[in-house]
């Protein structure tokens, strides 16, 4: 499946972004769709993962009750809507999917995704 990850840029602190993230080539709806983040200097880290259904998500403690994931399979789109955006969420947002974990595999909280998109770049200043 191919990743296309969009909708990146600079917000003043306390401001919204909605990334989005278009996926082509496979059944969309096989794949446990995720968002981690990297930062200049430090490691790909875990941001938020929605099942396939959508009916299911999980996020990392720094952004919950300021992200929210989502997905259309009629679309083929991921999101992840962002407000109340800090400096610290300075980085480069990149979308994942994987074919085959389950969705409560707690596994996909780390970066071990079959497939990644490009990155879009969002930067908070203060």
């Known amino acids: 499946v191919q990743l296309q990850a969009s909708g990146g840029g600079l917000v003043q602190a306390g401001g919204s972004l909605r990334l989005s993230c278009a996926a082509s080539?496979?059944?969309?709806?096989?794949?446990?769709m995720g968002w981690f983040r990297q930062a200049p200097g430090a490691e790909r880290e875990f941001v938020a993962r929605?099942?396939?259904?959508?009916?299911?998500?999980y996020y990392a403690d720094s952004v919950k009750g300021r992200f929210t994931i989502s997905r259309d399979n009629a679309k083929n789109t991921v999101y992840l809507q962002m407000n109340s955006l800090q400096p610290e969420d300075t980085a480069v947002y990149y979308c994942?999917?994987?074919?085959?974990?389950?969705?409560?595999?707690?596994?996909?909280?780390?970066?071990?995704?079959?497939?990644w998109g490009q990155g879009t770049q969002v930067t908070v200043s203060s």
């Open positions: 080539g496979r059944t969309f709806s096989n794949y446990v």
């Open positions: 994942a999917a994987d074919r085959w974990a389950a969705d409560y595999d707690q596994r996909l909280a780390s970066p071990v995704y079959d497939f």
């Open positions: 929605v099942a396939r259904s959508g009916g299911r998500t």
